[in-house]
Nanobody, 116 residues
Framework: QGQVVESGGGTVQAGGSLKLTCVHS????????VHWYRQAPGKQREWIAR???????SYTDSVMGRFTIFGDAAKNVVHLQMNNLKPEDTGVYYC??????????WGQGTPVTVSS
């Protein structure tokens, strides 16, 4: 059983930045992609960004141009750099690992609060 651990959340003022980190225990050869999701208070969990093992990246429209997903496959680490944060970015951020065989594993989440 692999592990997924997120860190880097915190409280920041609107316009500020945070860098989230996801550390996982899968070998790159067992990996399909790494995703970031967030769950705002009282809302459903929503997809934020994806990084493929080929280095490709994709984002939901609301974070395009502000968030960047990047990672070091050799160190099993994927980051989410979040700039120009807005109060609506507040929520718990989760990392999800998708394996080559279709299985998915989630971390426990790291909370982000953006004050206006």
């Amino acid at each position: 059983q692999g592990q997924v651990v997120e860190s880097g959340g915190g409280t920041v003022q609107a316009g500020g930045s945070l860098k989230l980190t996801c550390v996982h225990s899968w070998d790159i050869f067992d990996l399909d992609s790494v995703h970031w999701y967030r769950q705002a208070p009282g809302k459903q969990r929503e997809w934020i960004a994806r990084r493929g093992t080929d280095g490709s990246a994709s984002y939901t429209d609301s974070v395009m141009g502000r968030f960047t997903i990047f990672g070091d496959a050799a160190k099993n680490v994927v980051h989410l750099q979040m700039n120009n944060l807005k109060p609506e970015d507040t929520g718990v951020y989760y990392c999800k690992i998708e394996q080559s065989g279709g299985q998915a594993s989630w971390g426990q989440g790291t909370p982000v609060t953006v004050s206006s």
